[in-house]
């Protein structure tokens, strides 16, 4: 008897080689575009300072920096800071997102409203909140409330502007058409003008989400014993340079998830802007 040996069949469904390698390179390439002028830029510090290039007293290298930043998290101690840090910003912008949004669609839609009340604000817009913080001191003292107040009142007019600019650029052809068939002046603003303003009202919460980390910041330094501004003064004072960055890049990861969340948002509710695509 014969027996002939034949070679097994090779699987058809093997995933092809080429294909997995090109999606590879085409991702690398994405991430590359994306991410390498940052991943450059923390490569040159690491070698800078490692090399002497930069003072590692001010400039310490990023895997120090990192180092610090995990010892603080891993300890549970700048949690504590963030969740006080959070706490205060999300108060405050929630606050002028409850007053920002319905203001902004009240002076939107009536035109003397908004030749009343714009160049009080426009005043108020062109002061500073850091000028103003002694006098939200004063009135409020020391505490939270002052600080808090300080980041709402920052916050409040990118959200107030964005607002009352997109529904005043809604286009007026979709009003009337609206209007054509019979919808009352409600629907009109439910079904086209507040639809079309919210692209508007969505830039206007991410600078106020970039406006109330920022004030955050300078409202912890002055007053404060806990939160993440208040660690980056803390540790300069104290000379912790490694802790100083990671303090301040931990202030740059949260206004980066704040971002994120905002803009997941718009996707959510904006699907049908052709920018969303």
């Known amino acids: 008897m014969t027996f002939h040996y034949s070679e097994p069949a090779r699987a058809t469904n093997a995933p092809d080689v080429r294909a997995v390698l090109s999606r590879v390179a085409v991702a690398g390439r994405h991430y590359a575009a994306n991410y390498g002028l940052l991943l450059a830029f923390f490569a040159g510090w690491q070698l800078a300072s490692t090399a002497g290039w930069l003072n590692p007293a001010v400039f310490p290298p990023i895997d120090r920096v990192a180092g610090a930043l995990w010892n603080g998290l891993a300890s549970g101690a700048l949690l504590d800071d963030i969740a006080i840090s959070l706490q205060r910003a999300g108060i405050a912008f929630l606050a002028a997102v409850v007053v920002g949004i319905p203001l902004g669609l009240f002076m939107g839609q009536i035109r003397a409203v908004e030749q009343a009340l714009d160049p009080i604000l426009q005043l108020f817009r062109q002061t500073s909140a850091l000028a103003l913080y002694p006098v939200f001191i004063l009135l409020l003292g020391l505490g ?131 920018a969303q695509h």
């Open 144 to 274: 939270e409330a002052s600080k808090i107040f300080v980041i709402f009142w920052a916050t409040l007019f990118p959200i107030l502007l964005a607002t009352t600019g997109g529904v005043k650029e809604v286009d007026p052809k979709l009003i009337e058409m609206a209007r054509t068939f019979g919808a009352a002046r409600l629907t009109v603003f439910r079904r086209v003008v507040l639809p079309a303003s919210i692209p508007s009202i969505f830039v206007g919460l991410r600078l106020s989400a970039t406006t109330a980390l920022l004030l955050l910041i300078a409202a912890e330094m002055i007053g404060a014993n806990k939160g993440v501004g208040f660690q980056v003064m803390n540790a300069q004072y104290n000379f912790q340079i490694p802790l100083m960055f990671a303090a301040i890049f931990l202030l740059a990861f949260l206004g980066l998830g704040a971002n994120w969340v905002l803009v997941l948002l718009q996707r959510r509710f904006c699907r049908w802007s052709p």
